[in-house]
């Protein structure tokens, strides 16, 4: 409180945990900038940011992993073709990467989060005295058809699954995470691989879901770093479209017209029958 805010209302307005900034001070949770610089990888400093503390190291590895595993997916991801489509029309990198990131909503961009809600959905059931297998079963039924974070309209199995599970199998051997939603991961790939000639394996969302359930992050976080992960894609593809000199790049090639469906006339609104 001072003569400028003498109840300290203004000063509460925007009162935060996150930052200190005074004349000649700047602390991020409590750790005065000067300190970070140089010393603190940029992972860290996500969880610094989101968490209060720092990662050990393990922690900001298996984070680090999850993080790069979802950079890009090349311009079949609606957002990075946005990306390159609203970068040919002179917007700007901010405004090409602010139109991608937009699009990152729950059909695409938003199975990690539901997926955490899914895994956290059996092992909920699973602590009521349920054994692994039938709290899976009763979660799968009682889901949408969909089920976010297996399966790829792509691959046939996604090559980041792999990696990332043997990085949290690592991790749970040693004590790291507590390999909860690794186990509820796994068992539902289990069960929706039974009976199939194709198995329906983990995809990416599903494989990062559990990294960063397991490394403590709720699941409305796991979209929030997704969107971090994959903005990295799209500055990338929107600063590349910048330097071809082309302007104004449609969804598809000019010699390429979308069919045009009959429909019904539109009616005036004064029209009469």
Known sequence: MNDIDPTGAVAQWWATAITRMEPGVIELRGHPVQD?????????????????????PRQAALLDAALVAAVDHGPQAPSIAIARMAATCGVGLNNAVASAVNTLGDAHGGAGEQCVRLLDDVLQRESTGLDLRTATEQTIAAWPRYLPGFGHRFHPRDPRRDPLISLVEDAARDGVVPGDHLRAGRSV???????????????????????YAELGFPAPLARGLF?????????AHAWEETQSGQRNKGPVPREILPTSIAGPTRQSPHHRT
């Open 36 to 56: 970070l610089i140089g010393t603190t990888g940029l992972t860290s400093m996500i969880w610094l940011m989101l968490r209060g503390d720092l990662p050990a």
């Open 189 to 211: 790939e289990a069960l929706l691989a039974e009976g199939r000639t194709r198995p329906v394996p983990m995809n990416i969302d599903g494989a990062t879901a559990i990294i």
């Open 227 to 235: 969107v971090l992960s994959r903005s990295i894609g799209i500055l």
